[in-house]
């Protein structure tokens, strides 16, 4: 059953205050500030930059159940031209090693390719947060190959390796080309050893519960994928579903919001504060507004008072430590083994 | 109107409750619960699935619900969780059936 977006089934979730409103309004044991500062973090700062992630548009082949971009086929926003082409020009002035591609499904920016040749030419890594049903489209089956070609280290979203658990949050016969795709990484030599081709994979629950343990579930993982579909990846990610656009309208829906928030705080890890990606990372949106992070983003919390909030009025000295903006939601990467964009934070 | 019920599934919450005049024997209970689900020989997705078909043995709702939990946060498929539970029907379902044999021994003995 296709799925409308939240915006455009006009859903009183759509605006980012209506989710910030009903994020506020649990009652929780403690803030997140409280907590994090009784962990010795009085007022969290980021430590420097090391990944740049650019969230280029909303658009998305999928429109998955858990997605708190909201993403879909009939969202139309994409970075223009101008925020791009301020976004490689930071990065080209800066010292920051990564850039990190995301949506929405990133590939299909018009100018996708035209940021990974740039961000490569400038020797930076670059990553691609790849659905990988993207690559079943006929105008984008060369896609992995492009991907190859330029050494593009791809974090591919797979929740389960179950079909039914993976349908179930991500549509309809998504397993099927899901694993179809990852076959073609394969072939190409993605996710085999010694390829230097890095093929990650990204799993977060399906469902009100904290991930597994990361390593633990690589293991089963690998040894799955291999017997059922002579499928092989390089890490697993484990990342946790934050209470965010639809993942914030299921738990509502299901009466789970109050329970889940209470695991997600009850579950603090002090040891996972330390590796907060907000603490290294600057989100940029579409439309060039600074985050501290994609989650962040979604939540129309931008960076700081006293920091910068276009990606126009940036130099790198003027982010590098900046204050960071928390909220409720913040429980979710502290959760646990910790959550990130690179799986969790602890060992 | 108020259902009254013997089980609340608020009460999971209360659990540490049974600490308060017995505050020693629930430190070693905890103590040693804690170290029995710690990784060991088995990993600690397959003591969670251990532990969910036997409180479907047990046939305790609050044992259910926290291992079911459990389950799916060591990653656990519903698959592989209906199979414990499989094992656990089959082995209460065969120890029932094997009494039969005594059934069949007291009644050779009673028959002509």
């Known amino acids: 059953m296709a799925l409308l977006t939240l915006l455009n089934s ?79 020009r930071f990065l080209e002035g800066s010292a920051i090693p990564t850039v990190d591609i995301t949506g929405g ?25 790849c659905n990988l049903t993207i690559t079943r489209l006929p105008n984008y089956a060369d896609l992995p190959e492009f991907l190859a070609e330029h050494g593009v280290e791809v974090v591919a979203s797979l929740p389960s390796f179950a079909e039914r658990q993976t349908d179930a949050q991500r549509g309809e016969g998504v397993f099927a080309d899901s694993i179809a795709a990852l076959r073609r990484f394969n072939a190409l030599g993605y996710g085999i050893e010694g ?56 738990l509502l829906d299901t009466g789970n919001l109050q329970g889940y928030m209470d695991r997600l705080a009850a579950a603090f890890n002090p040891a996972a504060v330390e590796g907060l990606m907000c603490r290294s990372t600057l989100s940029v949106g579409w439309d060039g507004r600074l985050y501290d992070c994609d989650f962040n983003q979604m939540l129309g919390l931008g960076t700081a008072e006293d920091a910068p909030q276009m990606i126009f009025d940036l130099t790198p000295a003027s982010v590098a430590t900046r204050h960071i903006v928390v909220g409720p939601h913040c429980f979710g990467c502290t959760a646990g083994a910790g959550s990130s964009c690179g799986g969790a934070t602890t060992s | ?58 046939q305790c709702p609050y044992c259910i619900d926290a291992y079911s939990t459990a389950c799916l946060e060591k990653g656990s498929t519903p698959e ?29 003995k009673l028959s002509m």
């Open chain 2, 1 to 58: 109107m108020t259902m009254e019920t013997y089980y609340h599934p608020r009460d999971l919450a209360r659990f540490a409750e049974m600490g308060q005049d017995a505050p020693e024997l629930w430190q070693k209970f905890l103590e040693w619960y804690n170290a029995v689900f710690k990784e060991g020989a088995l990993t600690e997705r397959e003591k969670a699935l251990i532990a969910l078909g036997v409180a479907h043995a047990v």
């Open chain 1, 10 to 88: 006009r859903h009183p979730l759509a605006d980012t205050a209506a989710q910030r409103a009903t994020l506020a309004g649990l009652p929780l044991a403690r803030t997140f500030e409280a907590t994090v500062a009784s962990a010795g973090y009085d007022r969290m700062r980021t430590t420097d930059i090391r990944v740049l992630q650019l969230n280029v548009g909303k658009r998305c082949n999928q429109a998955c159940h858990h997605c708190h971009v909201d993403a879909g086929p009939d969202r139309i926003e994409v970075m223009t031209p101008e925020v791009l082409d301020a976004c490689l």
């Open chain 1, 195 to 250: 390829s230097g081709l890095l093929l990650h994979l990204v799993t977060n629950p399906v469902g009100a519960f904290l991930p597994g343990p990361q390593a633990a579930l690589e293991a089963d993982w690998k040894r799955e994928l291999r017997r059922r579909y002579d499928v092989t990846f390089n890490r697993l990610y484990t990342i946790t579903n934050m209470p965010i656009s639809r993942f914030l309208q299921f």
């Open chain 2, 80 to 108: 592989q969780m209906t199979e414990a539970v499989h094992v656990a029907a089959a082995i209460r379902g065969g120890a029932s059936l094997v009494h039969g044999v005594q059934m069949r021994d007291h009644v050779d």
């Open chain 1, 105 to 129: 499904a990133p590939e299909l920016h018009p100018q996708f390719r035209d940021i990974v040749r740039r961000a490569r030419n400038a020797g930076r890594h670059v990553m691609d947060r």
